[in-house]
């Protein structure tokens, strides 16, 4: 009888591992997929920049900033990716390209190091 109960158990627990292993799998790709997307805007945000075009930097800075806050997470180099993304907005709102592509870069390469 107690065989039988261990048994239903494990049974029980190895069945849920199972099926909550593709959801917290899925959450975490989820992230990733947003990362990667807020490091390409990043970057093309700085290329716009560096050619002088504030506007084309404020709006890939806008859409990095947008999967950097989607991927959610306390990672360091992500708060502080989102910050500088957040600073690009700003200053290429100005008209200041130059001061858009540095944060653009700084947050290009603070996503790119978000394990």
Do not use: F, W, Y
Not at 6 to 26: E, N
Not at 48 to 53: L, R
Request: hydrophobic share 45%; glycine share 10%.
């Amino acid at each position: 009888m107690m065989r039988r109960i261990l048994s239903s158990a494990l049974l029980v627990l190895g069945g849920s591992v199972l099926v909550s292993l593709p959801v917290l799998t899925s959450s975490a790709l989820a992230g990733d997929k947003h990362v990667a997307e807020a490091v390409e805007h990043a970057r093309g945000a700085a290329s716009h920049g560096k050619e002088g075009h504030a506007d084309a930097c404020v709006q890939h800075a806008e859409e990095a900033l947008k999967h950097a806050t989607a991927a959610g997470g306390k990672n360091p180099h992500l708060l502080e990716g989102v910050k500088h993304l957040t600073e690009a907005v700003k200053h290429g709102k100005a008209g200041h390209a130059e001061a858009c592509t540095e944060h653009a870069d700084g947050a290009a390469t603070h996503l790119a190091e978000v394990k």
